[in-house]
């Protein structure tokens, strides 16, 4: 799992053997730097972690909240097969822990979007959530786009094949992307290649393909998924590069199988799937600027649309209660996704952080005020579910805002998520229908 741990929990960065400075690539403040630091206990150190972040605890407070989906962070390396040891360095063993907790959240009917949230070779600079905190990005090369295709292939089929994936609906390509178009060549190709790749893998488990066909049945070939993996990547409907990620995954598979006790599902039980098609879901076209490639054309079957919006980093409002709600309360970011074929669109990320000293009497407002705006479309995921609370945090401070289940026991966040405090929040704000409006 990808999280900036340095500033969402800060003495247990800290505590782990971490470091906390201005700039997060001149010390220890991501998994790349702390796997390179302690590359004898790396592994072990993240487990305690990880075994205590995400718990059954957390999964029951959802359920008993009426939160329906979450969506899990994930950095490239927990599929360890891709990682290019030893010029890279990231902990092993995430894989069982995301296991677990999709078993929990699967028990709890609580569906999940993976987001592949740190990409080979970086996607975006100087940046925690990448993992690796550097101005060299190398994620838009032919090499790190194939890692990332291999990574897609796996995790589809692992969420069609492993039932502890059973509430897994949706897989993100790549979390925040450039905003600059002109710096991300090759990701249009990327788009129509990453949804190819996880209808490939669909096809060959017999799920229904729009406009697609392998030209013979997989499964009447051999009861093998992964021989029947190695069949489809020769199978003319699917692109050079398509072909390559299927053949690549194959052994990958073989490994994970072995791991996590999967062989049966993965080389010996029939295959033919009676799961659904995964929902494949990009950041929105408006996400980037400069003529960028819309996701939208490279929709085969189910797919959806994340935008991420936070009003703390600028460049959004000005400064102040009114400008904030007005913006937030005339957002037009649905209607214009829609108008270019980006739809559904979902908010994944949001939060309650400002750039000004809030009030509790505003940030009641303000959670209201987002919920209202970001429900016109197809609803909204809030970061994060958790942030430490401790004296590097100011007690609360951090959590106040940044924290879901620390905003919902302040009550800015309703304990029925679908509720607000004041349904007419927005009242006030919104243009009357002979007033110009700007959008956000």
Known sequence: MALALAWMLPQEWLDMGGEICGDCSACIMTEYLFAKAYPNTVDTTFAKHWETWFTQDDVQQFKEDGI???????????????????????????L?????????????????????????????????????????????????????????????????????????????????????????????????????????????????????????????????????LGTASTASVFNSEVQSVLKDAIPILLEIGNQCGLEVALTFAPFKTSRPPITTNFMDVNWQYNNPPNPADAAIGPQGYDNHLYYSFGGVADANPTAYLTSVCNLQRIQNDAAVGDSPLWFGEWGLPTQFNATDEFLYQWADAQKWAYSQGAGWIFWNFKTEISNLTGGNALARQWSYLEGRNLGFLTKDPAELNDPNVCAPYIYNSTANSTSA
């Open 68 to 94: 329906n989906t979450v969506r899990i962070p994930l950095g490239y390396w927990i599929v360890e097969a891709l990682v290019d040891r030893p010029a890279e360095a990231y902990p092993r063993g995430g």
């Open 96 to 228: 069982a822990y995301l296991r677990q907790g999709l078993g929990w959240l699967q028990d709890a009917g609580i569906q999940v979007i993976l987001d592949h949230h740190a990409l080979p070779g970086v996607q975006s600079a100087g940046q925690e959530f990448t993992g690796n905190c550097t101005n060299d990005v190398q994620f838009y090369t032919p090499y790190n786009y194939h890692r990332a295709l291999v990574w897609t292939a796996v995790m589809t089929a692992l969420t069609h094949l492993d039932p502890t994936f059973g509430s897994v609906f949706a897989i993100e390509a790549v979390n925040e992307p450039i905003m600059d178009a002109s710096q991300t060549p090759g990701y249009g190709d990327f788009q129509q290649n990453f949804v190819q790749t996880v209808r490939a893998v669909e096809l060959v488990l017999g799920v229904s393909v729009p406009d697609m066909s392998l030209g013979f049945s997989a499964s009447a070939s051999t009861s093998n998924f992964t021989a029947a």
